[in-house]
């Protein structure tokens, strides 16, 4: 079993559509969440990063963690052309190894 | 700017050759590391360095080595002995173990 799984889509939806990427992980140890997006040809940027249950707000990105049911969720409202990507998620228990997910492409059509 | 270079951006080995790919941080970061990215793979940890002169192997060091001289300076070799070195290469750095990790922008390695 992976340690993270992540729904690879792809996934289209019409501008200003709300977004739901979602994650699974195996290992309750896993303290710290985030999530990344990367645009072709360019390194994950860092989007949120979260410690331990509940939400976290950005602007438009919202991030979930729900440890009881090791889901991990980022939403984000009031989708843009320029949100098309792949995000990650990624997790860790607090050393340095970092678990990520394969990656979900979303694109956003204007 | 703060951040992360990674050099070159493309890179071709022949058959028996070992290549080097640079990474550099002006973060004053303590910890560093490689991945390497493959399709519908995901991230991968190759080597992950935590202080200067100190490194760890990650889930899939056979065939790299790195060195940490200084502290900004990350450098990965693909040697001769890693049979499938095709990939995406991404260096990061953070201020240490729990703490988000800072990626640069990659090599592409391929195959001549």
């Known amino acids: 079993q992976k340690e993270v799984e992540q729904d690879p889509g792809p996934l289209s939806v019409p501008e200003g559509a709300i977004v739901s990427l979602n994650c699974t992980y195996s290992?309750?140890?896993?303290?710290?969440f985030m999530w990344y997006r990367q645009y072709s040809r360019k390194g994950p940027e860092l989007l949120m990063y979260?410690?331990?249950?509940g939400n976290k707000e950005d602007g438009r990105f919202t991030a979930q963690v729900d440890k009881s049911s090791k889901y991990i969720s980022l939403f984000i409202r009031d989708s843009q052309p320029s949100d098309s990507a792949t995000y990650l998620c990624?997790?860790?228990?607090?050393?340095?190894?970092?678990?990520f997910g394969t990656g979900t492409r979303l694109t956003v059509i204007p | 700017d703060g951040g992360i270079t990674q050099s070159p951006k493309y890179l071709f080995r022949k058959e028996g050759q070992n290549v080097t790919l640079s990474c550099e941080q002006n973060?004053?970061?303590?910890?560093m590391y490689w991945y390497r990215q493959d399709p519908g793979q995901g991230l991968r940890l190759i080597y992950y360095?935590?202080?200067?002169?100190?490194?760890q192997k990650g889930d899939i060091a056979e065939g790299y080595s790195v060195s940490r001289e200084k502290k900004e300076s990350f450098p990965l070799t693909v040697t001769s002995a890693q049979k499938n070195p095709t990939a995406f290469y991404l260096c990061?750095?953070?201020?240490?173990?729990?703490?988000?990790?800072?990626f640069g922008d990659g090599t592409r390695l391929s195959i001549l």
């Open positions: 990624a997790t860790q228990t607090g050393a340095n190894n970092l678990f």
């Open positions: 990061a750095s953070s201020t240490g173990p729990g703490q988000p990790q800072h």
């Open positions: 290992n309750s140890a896993f303290q710290y």
């Open positions: 979260t410690y331990s249950s």
């Open positions: 360095s935590q202080i200067v002169n100190d490194f």
């Open positions: 973060l004053n970061h303590d910890a």
